[in-house]
C-alpha cells in the first residue's frame, strides 16, 4: 500500500478555523428574515493574530458569535481543529467551546461580588464546584501575567476600567483556549489602559501560540495585528481590496 501524497488534515494539522459559504438569518417574525451575513469563506492558521473591523452593523459581532460557537450559522459549515461543529448538538457545541475557546467581551462581564482571583477561579471549577490548591496557584499565575497580583483579593467592583478587562483575559486564559475572541475589549478604555490589554493579547499570542481574532474600531491597534478581515454588509472584502 502506498501512502497518499497528501496526508489528509487531521485534528493536529488542520487550520484553526475553515468557513465555508456561512451565511446567518434573524427571523423578525411575520416571515419577516434578515440576512446579516451573505456567505462568508474565511480560513485562519494556527497562531494567527487577525483584527476584524468594518462599520457599525456590518456584522462583526454575529461572525463572532458563530465563530465562538455561541450562535450557529443559518447555512455553510465552520470546522474547528479540522473538527466540523455545524453538525454537533447544543451540549457538544458547548463542550468543544469550553475547551477550545476564549472570550473577552467590550463589557467585562465579571462578576462584581466576587474578588478578582475568585473571578479567574470560575471557569477551572468545572463540576466538582469548588477549588483545588492547583487551581487557584494556576489562578494566581493567570493574574500575576497581566499585572493584578496587588489586586487579587481585590473585590472585581472596585477595580478600574483597565484592571477589569485585564482580570477578564486571565479569565478567558484559564482553561488555555486555542483561540481568543476578543469583541471590542479595548473600545471602553482610555489609550493607555487600551495599549496595555493590546499588548497582553500581544504577549499571549508569541508566548502561547494562542490565535487571536480581534474586533476594534481603533485603526491603530488593528495595524498593528499581523492580518485583517474587514466585513462591509455581511461579505468580507477580499485582502488588498481597501
Ligand atoms: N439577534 C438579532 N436579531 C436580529 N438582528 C440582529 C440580531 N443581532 C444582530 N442583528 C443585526 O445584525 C446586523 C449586524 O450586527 P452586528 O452586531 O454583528 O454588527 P457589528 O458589525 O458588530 O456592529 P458594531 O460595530 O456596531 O458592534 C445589525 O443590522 C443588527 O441589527
Avoid at 500500500?1 to 497528501?6: D, F, I, L, N
Avoid at 493536529?12 to 416571515?31: C, E, F, H
Avoid at 478604555?189 to 500581544?202: I, P
Avoid at 491597534?221 to 492580518?227: E, K, P, T, V
Amino acid at each position: 500500500m502506498t501512502a497518499p501524497a497528501t496526508a489528509p488534515a487531521t485534528a493536529t494539522t488542520a487550520p484553526l478555523l475553515v468557513l465555508r459559504g456561512v451565511r446567518k438569518s434573524y427571523n423578525l417574525g411575520q416571515r419577516n428574515e434578515c440576512e446579516v451575513l451573505h456567505g462568508i469563506d474565511l480560513t485562519l492558521e494556527r497562531g494567527a493574530f487577525c483584527a476584524v473591523v468594518g462599520p457599525s452593523g456590518s456584522g462583526k459581532s454575529t461572525l463572532l458569535n458563530i465563530v465562538g460557537l455561541l450562535d450557529r450559522p443559518t447555512h455553510g459549515s465552520l470546522a474547528l481543529m479540522g473538527q466540523e461543529t455545524t453538525t454537533l448538538d447544543d451540549a457538544g457545541l458547548t463542550r468543544l467551546r469550553g475547551q477550545r475557546i476564549g472570550f473577552v467581551f467590550q463589557y467585562h462581564h465579571l462578576l462584581g461580588a466576587f474578588t478578582a482571583l475568585e473571578n479567574v477561579l470560575m471557569p477551572l471549577l468545572g463540576d466538582a464546584g469548588f477549588a483545588t490548591r492547583a487551581m487557584t496557584e494556576h489562578a494566581a499565575e493567570l493574574l500575576d501575567s497581566v499585572g493584578l497580583t496587588p489586586w487579587r483579593d481585590q473585590l472585581a467592583d472596585q477595580l478600574s476600567g483597565g484592571q477589569q478587562q485585564r482580570v477578564a483575559l486571565a479569565r478567558a486564559l484559564a482553561m488555555s483556549p486555542a483561540l481568543l475572541l476578543a469583541d471590542e475589549p479595548t473600545g471602553n478604555l482610555d489609550t493607555v489602559s487600551a495599549d496595555a490589554v493590546f499588548a497582553l493579547l500581544r504577549h499571549v499570542n508569541k508566548t502561547q501560540g494562542t490565535s487571536v481574532l480581534f474586533v476594534t474600531h481603533n485603526p491603530e491597534l488593528a495595524a498593528r495585528c499581523d492580518h485583517t478581515i474587514e466585513v462591509v454588509d455581511g461579505h468580507l472584502l477580499p485582502a488588498g481590496a481597501r
